[in-house]
């Protein structure tokens, strides 16, 4: 039970880095969406993720003292991360990646949410979510990196919203 059998304690945190590195790297590429915003095929393939990387981080050993490594490696990971995005917005950016500005002056930008892969439904769907139901009444629309669509509606000052100025960090 707490015996480790054919594996050595620092291959588990060698192994549960790559696996949480690669896994933040295909989840980074895979889009800015929360949880509640996933497709069926999105939320699947998460959890399939997991299953599959499971015998590749504990290498088949079911010991607690393993286990207890592997989520001790894990919480480190995440805690560099952490740290290391709430020091440096070019890190930020990196790992979290950038807003991206998806309605102006009530004009959809197409290109915007091609880059993002978000169909006009699904912008409709979100806006109505916060009681938005004509998209011309939206002065600016912000895909926020941690998938949430901030709304500006028009007619509604910068500051009154928290912005001030222009959104240089919005591409």
């Known amino acids: ?68 490594i592997l989520a001790s490696a894990i919480m480190v990971w995440s805690y560099i991360f952490e740290l290391v995005t709430s020091r440096s917005k070019k890190w930020e950016n990196m790992i979290q990646g950038r807003p991206t500005l998806l309605i102006r002056s009530g004009k959809v930008l197409p290109d915007a949410l091609r880059r993002e892969r978000l169909s006009v439904s699904e912008l409709r769907t979100a806006l109505r979510r916060q009681g938005i139901h004509e998209m011309n009444s939206v002065e600016q629309a912000i895909l926020e990196s941690d998938g949430f669509i901030s709304v500006r509606k028009k007619g509604e000052k910068e500051e009154d919203f928290g912005w001030s100025g222009e959104r240089n960090d919005v591409y």
């Open 1 to 68: 039970m707490w015996q480790m059998h054919d594996v050595k304690w620092w291959e588990f945190i060698v192994r549960a880095s790559v696996v949480y590195l690669v896994v933040m790297a295909l989840l980074r590429m895979g889009g800015k969406r929360q949880v509640g915003q996933m497709g069926m095929a999105q939320l699947v393939a998460l959890l399939l993720i997991s299953n599959a990387v499971q015998n590749a981080m504990n290498g088949n050993d079911g010991s607690i003292t393993g286990g207890i």
